[in-house]
Each structure stands twice: as structure tokens, then as C-alpha cells.
Nanobody, 124 residues
Framework: QVQLVESGGGLVQAGGSLRLSCEAS????????MAWFRQAPGKERDLIAA????????YYAGSVKGRFTISRDNAKNTVALQMNSLKPEDTAVYYC?????????????????WGQGTQVTVSS
């Protein structure tokens, strides 16, 4: 069974950058499409970026396109989210997730693996 652990969250000023990392245990990481979701207080958890098995297929939500970049390293069992030009509205708990297919689904119901979440706070 694959387990996910996120790191890299924190407090940053608007316009700054953060890099989130998600490390997966288990030898089947490369069989999962991976994604980052976020949930702000009082709001639903939404997908912001997803990446297929080999990394050649990616999806970004419109709100982060051009600012965030998702990547993965199957040799190291990691997936990362580089976040640039951060805005106060990016403040949320960010979750790493995996689904056991090659598809970059946008709905959380397809994702069977979830990390514990990491807080990102962007001050104005």
C-alpha cells in the first residue's frame, strides 16, 4: 500500500514562492497518476494540478495555470508542486493525492491515496 507524506508548506508574502513535496512509500508509485488538491476554510477541496504516470500529461486549474508547476520523479517516488507568484487567495491546506490509473482526473472521487495535508498561508 502506498502512503503519501507532504512537506514544504509555510507562510510566505504575496508574490513569493514555495515548493511543496510529496513522498510516497511503496514500490507502485509509478502506477499512480498524482495530483495536488487544496482546501480553503469554508470551501470545497479542489484539484489544482495533476500529472500522469510518466509526467508527460499534466492538468492545471485555471486559477494556477502559469504560476504553478507539477512534476514527478518516479525514481525517487516524489511529486512536487512549484508555486510562484503566490496570492493571498492561494492560502489553503494542500493535499497530495494519487489515483491508480494513468488519467489526470479532476474529481477527487477517483483518488484513492491522500496525504495528511500541509498548510500554505500567503500574506498580503
Amino acid at each position: 500500500q502506498v502512503q503519501l507524506v507532504e512537506s514544504g508548506g509555510g507562510l510566505v508574502q504575496a508574490g513569493g514562492s514555495l515548493r511543496l513535496s510529496c513522498e510516497a512509500s511503496g514500490r507502485t508509485f509509478s502506477n499512480y497518476a498524482m495530483a495536488w488538491f487544496r482546501q480553503a476554510p469554508g470551501k470545497e477541496r479542489d484539484l489544482i494540478a495533476a500529472i500522469g504516470w510518466s509526467g508527460d500529461s499534466t492538468y492545471y486549474a485555471g486559477s494556477v495555470k502559469g504560476r504553478f508547476t507539477i512534476s514527478r520523479d518516479n525514481a525517487k517516488n516524489t511529486v512536487a508542486l512549484q508555486m510562484n507568484s503566490l496570492k493571498p487567495e492561494d492560502t489553503a491546506v494542500y493535499y497530495c493525492a494519487g489515483n491508480p490509473t494513468s488519467r489526470t482526473y479532476t474529481s477527487g472521487r477517483y483518488y484513492t491515496l491522500w496525504g495528511q495535508g500541509t498548510q500554505v498561508t500567503v500574506s498580503s
